[in-house]
């Protein structure tokens, strides 16, 4: 990491040469600010629907409360309780796959994989009258993937097209095939991502905008999830997006 950079100039003002200052952070350093940065996001997040609660079961607790207020107050509470399962699956999901890593390999028809998770997603557009467009080319060839971690990517991309596209938006998903690899392919024309956050998009907690993905009821960790069960498998994905346009998410997922 570049600390500091001088140019010194001699008397008749011509730079004599370049001072470089670097400073070594050791990738055991890097590591262990990651995991402090990891466990005060972890933290943060579990305090936030806690803090909530908290001074809603108070209030229950300690006023004389009408029944509307009671059901409003439970159902806040109701909410944030969601929130706080959603994330402690996903952090259960992330720790799973740092301790024990293997992927239970099996030959997938992926047109017909994908064609069923769709079926289950389609409600969640349904609810946002999302018009899904879904189009399945022909496979070339089976691909070897976990059945449950692929699941995984493929509902946390596209629950994010749901959440991030509006009312009535549009969201395609298609497969495709070539020689080498099998594409999935998830495109939305929903608000689209900032092209200064797009490259930390992937980094877990990492949101465009905290209150509208809270507000979603997203943790914050459903990209990361995607990434590392795809480089698990020895894939790639990647996203692109323009603002108020949409995104595209690929996931390419190489025969051997
Ligand atoms: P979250 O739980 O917040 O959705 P993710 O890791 O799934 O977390 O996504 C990270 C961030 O990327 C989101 O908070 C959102 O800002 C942005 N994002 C992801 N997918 C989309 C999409 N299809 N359209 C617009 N923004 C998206």
Redesign the pocket.
């Known amino acids: 990491i570049l600390t500091s950079f001088v140019t010194p100039i001699n008397a008749d003002e011509n730079i004599e040469g370049y001072v470089f200052v670097l400073h070594d952070i050791t990738e055991q350093q890097e590591l262990e600010n990651m995991r402090k940065e990891f466990v005060a996001n972890v933290s943060h997040e579990l305090r936030t629907p806690l803090t909530t609660i908290k001074s809603y079961t108070e209030t229950l607790l300690n006023a004389d409360v009408d029944k509307a207020f009671i059901d409003k107050f439970l159902g806040i509470i109701d909410k944030e309780v969601d929130r706080m399962v959603r994330l402690v699956k996903d952090l259960l999901l992330l720790s799973r796959m740092d301790s024990n890593g293997k992927l239970k390999l099996e030959s997938v028809n992926l047109n017909k994989f994908v064609e069923d998770i769709i079926q289950n997603l389609k409600i969640e557009m349904e609810k946002k009258n999302q018009i899904l467009s879904l189009s399945l080319k022909d496979a070339k060839k089976n691909v070897n993937i976990d059945k449950d971690k692929m699941e995984q990517v493929i509902i946390?991309?596209v629950?994010?097209?749901i959440?991030?596209?509006p009312e009535g938006g549009c969201i395609r998903v298609y497969t495709d095939y070539d020689e080498e690899a099998a594409y999935i392919i998830?495109q939305?024309n929903?608000?689209?991502?900032p092209e200064k956050?797009l490259s930390r998009?992937?980094e877990?907690?990492?949101?465009?905008?905290?209150g509208?993905?809270?507000e979603?009821?997203?943790?914050?960790?459903?990209?990361?999830?995607?990434k590392e069960i795809v480089e698990a498998h020895k894939g790639e994905i990647n996203?692109e997006?323009e603002i108020d346009k949409?995104?595209v998410?690929k996931i390419i997922l190489k025969y051997n």
């Open positions: 946390n991309i629950a994010n097209a959440k991030y596209t998830v939305d929903g608000i689209g991502i956050d998009i992937f877990r907690f990492y949101r465009v905008d905290k509208r993905s809270r979603l009821g997203g943790t914050g960790l459903g990209l990361s999830i995607a996203i997006s949409g995104t998410v």
